[in-house]
């Protein structure tokens, strides 16, 4: 699954087979179909597996104030941006519209978690005076994660550190 992951952040959910899958761990396709009877099934354990990862990710920053919830959640990008790739929903939401509806529940999901944990540190953070911003968090929590996003892609696009600069900006821009 770490491979059909890396593929799809790489070029995007329709640009993979099984062969691309198969051949570097050297197993006939038939070994992929059998844990994964459609692209669809392989393309779903991917999104719930990122999401799965990402729960995880959220438990064991619990802990951590506002401003280093915040902070971690931006290592993430920076993490990917380093293996030239961009998020899942990067990779995925370009090619919604013609994704497998098991996939596009799975990626809706994804986003509103996502959306809604993000939103949180930020209402947190702005009770206890860490956060000032005029949006509402929701909002506030929408063009962080979007400008990370599409960070990922210019980086990409640019080669040029797009990532961390845009990652200081946001953070910088809502510290009370």
């Known amino acids: ?20 899958i198969s051949k570097p761990l050297e197993v006939k ?18 999104i719930n597996q990122t999401r799965n990862n990402f729960l995880i990710q959220i438990e064991e920053w619990a802990e951590l104030s ?4 915040l902070q ?17 929903m990067g990779a995925l939401g370009p090619a919604y519209t013609s994704l497998p509806d098991i996939m ?22 702005k009770a206890d005076g860490i956060f000032s911003f005029q949006n509402a968090s929701q909002d506030q929590a929408d ?6 996003l599409a960070s990922l892609i210019l980086n990409r696009v ?10 200081q900006l946001l953070i910088n821009n809502i510290l009370a």
């Open 1 to 20: 699954m770490y491979l059909a992951d890396q593929l799809i952040r790489a070029s995007g959910y329709h640009s993979f087979s099984y062969a691309d």
């Open 72 to 88: 971690a959640f931006v290592n993430l990008y920076m993490d990917i941006s380093q293996n030239n790739l961009v998020c899942f």
């Open 143 to 148: 063009v962080i994660i979007t400008s990370l």
């Open 104 to 125: 596009k529940e799975a990626l809706t999901q994804a986003s509103d978690e996502i959306r809604a944990w993000v939103s949180s540190v930020l209402s947190k953070g």
């Open 29 to 46: 396709n038939a070994a992929i179909h059998y844990h994964f009877a459609t692209k669809a099934d392989l393309g779903l354990a991917v």
């Open 66 to 69: 506002p401003l280093e919830q």
């Open 158 to 167: 640019t080669g040029e550190a797009i990532v961390q600069s845009t990652s």
